[in-house]
């Protein structure tokens, strides 16, 4: 990723960094916005790499049954 395209969202300040959330496409983020996406829906994989990660898996299969069970509501 080139520089300047990283510093249009990737952001620091003394003591901390962030993403502009705004300007970055995140299946992660669209679901938690209530948005389930079609072509890929939640598989159980994330992060599978790092072990902290393990412990948000079913916290986000529970905000996708919440997603889809709103959906079904509609």
Known sequence: MRRRARR???QTRRGLCYIERDKVYCDYYKLL???I????PFT???LF???WAEERVPEIWEIQE???KQ????
């Open 71 to 74: 959906r079904g509501e509609d």
């Open 44 to 46: 159980g994989e994330y």
């Open 33 to 35: 916005e209530g948005e």
């Open 37 to 40: 996406l079609p072509k890929s």
């Open 66 to 68: 919440l997603v889809e």
């Open 8 to 10: 249009a969202f990737f």
């Open 49 to 51: 790499e790092y072990s």
